[in-house]
């Protein structure tokens, strides 16, 4: 498969004569298409829903786009939680997935009617020394520990990762929480991230079934949701084929229908918290080429850095690029594409293979609409860019301006400094 941008030269030109350049710009059209088709591959569960990690693109904006498909918001912080209640999303529309979490959160997540996910089982205690009385409905994270594997490929290592609760505690967790007089259970486990592969959701559903089958018989408890997390992946090399979103529907549903229907369980909704999967590929970080270095490499300078798009110095991801208007022309140049941050691993791209840049030069950089502007930081005083929303009509809104100075000082507001720096 070819990656080619969702818009074009001209377009994005017209964009940064208004809004000068790095700039992030979201696809309405494939959000909504990708939301839609979502929707579809599990209409065949009666209480399905999606609830969009907000962590992945904190932008109300976008994320009231995916409200108009029934997703909801799972949120890990307070501010998300202010986030999700400033668009309307509360109660049964709010998940909180949260670990390592303060008191204070739960109270504040409580109030607002989310639905909480308990990442441990000392947050029991917790919870109900917070609210005075547990909620009547509430959701364990599971972890099994090992590697979690498909076939014979390891996808990711669970028991290497801080989230959830054993088997032995969540059985444990849920016959406390019965005890304490809590009506209605979901179970959550999030195993592996990134997954290019239509298997991984069936495959995790599996786990996930069994053991709420084993709960139910166990405990007795009335397992109301299944909440199969985040994890499906999106292709950012050009070589991966996309995941089959439909045949990830279907693979989940004939889990359901082997494991839990035999049970007794075929009122059990399944819930998603995607975020990568929702928006990684209708995003792009455009910026421009402005300055080239000849030393021991070839080096072009962008005026975007890391701050912008932090995965590629934090993991080495990779992250396709396409020198926009060059798209055509063969990739014989080889390039390190950075930024200015005084960190060598600022970089976009190492060694790779593209048209001749020429200064001036929009690059596109690639799949930047999930954890991308959100993973952003202040680091050498660089300041975070817009966001800007590619309408379905071809016109396009700014949906976050850019910071300023005065917003990288405000935090000295209460000291003579700040009026120093802005007067
Ligand atoms: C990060 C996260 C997600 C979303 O993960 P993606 O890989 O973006 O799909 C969902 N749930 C929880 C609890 C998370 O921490």
């Keep these: 498969m070819s990656k080619t941008p969702f818009t074009t030269k001209e377009k994005l030109e017209e964009i940064a004569v208004v809004y000068p350049t790095p700039f992030h710009i979201y696809d309405e059209t494939g959000i909504r298409k990708n939301a839609e088709n979502l929707k579809k591959a599990f209409s065949w569960n009666k209480g399905f829903k999606e609830y969009f990690a907000v962590k992945a693109t904190p932008n109300p904006f976008l994320i009231k786009i995916l409200r108009e498909y029934g997703c909801g918001c799972d949120c890990s912080s307070v501010t998300e939680l202010m986030l999700s209640k400033a668009i309307g999303a509360v109660g049964d529309d709010v998940m909180f997935s949260s670990n390592d979490t303060p008191a204070s959160e739960f109270k504040y997540a409580n109030d607002m009617g989310a639905i909480i996910n308990l990442d441990d089982i000392t947050h029991i205690d917790i919870l109900e020394k917070t609210l005075g009385k547990l909620p009547k409905k509430l959701s364990c994270r599971y972890n099994p520990g090992g590697l979690f594997k498909i076939s014979n490929s390891i996808m990711d290592n669970p028991g290497d990762a801080k989230y959830g609760m054993t088997t032995e505690q969540l059985f444990e967790a849920f016959k406390i929480l019965k005890s304490k007089g809590v009506e209605e259970f979901g179970i959550h486990a999030f195993l592996a991230s990134n997954t290019v592969t239509n298997e991984y959701y069936p495959t995790l559903a599996k786990t996930l079934f069994e053991v709420a089958v084993k709960l139910k018989n166990g405990t007795g408890a009335h397992i109301t949701f299944i909440n199969l997390s985040g994890g499906i992946g999106i292709p950012y090399r050009p070589d991966q084929t996309p995941n089959d979103i439909f045949e990830i529907g279907n693979g989940v549903r004939s889990v359901y229908d082997r494991v839990l229907v035999p049970a007794g369980m075929d009122d059990v909704a399944i ?94 950089i690639h799949d930047t609409g999930a954890h991308g502007f959100a993973m952003g930081y202040n680091y050498n005083g660089k300041l975070k860019s817009a966001e800007i929303l590619l309408k379905e009509d071809g016109s396009f809104e700014l949906i976050r301006r850019a910071e300023t100075p005065e917003d990288y000082f405000r935090t000295f507001d209460c000291f003579d400094f700040y009026k120093k720096v802005t007067e």
Excluded: W
């Excluded at 300055?291 to 991801?317: F, S, W």
């Excluded at 396709?320 to 022309?329: A, S």
């Excluded at 014989?332 to 020429?358: H, Q, W």
């Design 271 to 364: 819930y998603t918290e995607l975020g990568r999967f929702m928006m990684g590929p209708y995003g792009a970080l455009v910026t421009r080429a402005i300055n080239q270095k000849h030393t021991h490499k070839e080096y072009i300078g962008v005026d975007a850095c890391a701050v912008n798009l932090m995965r590629p110095a934090m993991y080495g991801a990779y992250h396709h690029i396409t020198v926009m208007g060059k798209e055509n022309e063969p990739c014989d140049y080889k390039y390190d594409v950075t930024g200015s941050l005084c960190e060598n691993n600022d970089k976009f791209a190492i060694d790779r293979m593209l048209p001749k840049v020429d200064m001036g030069d929009l690059i596109y």
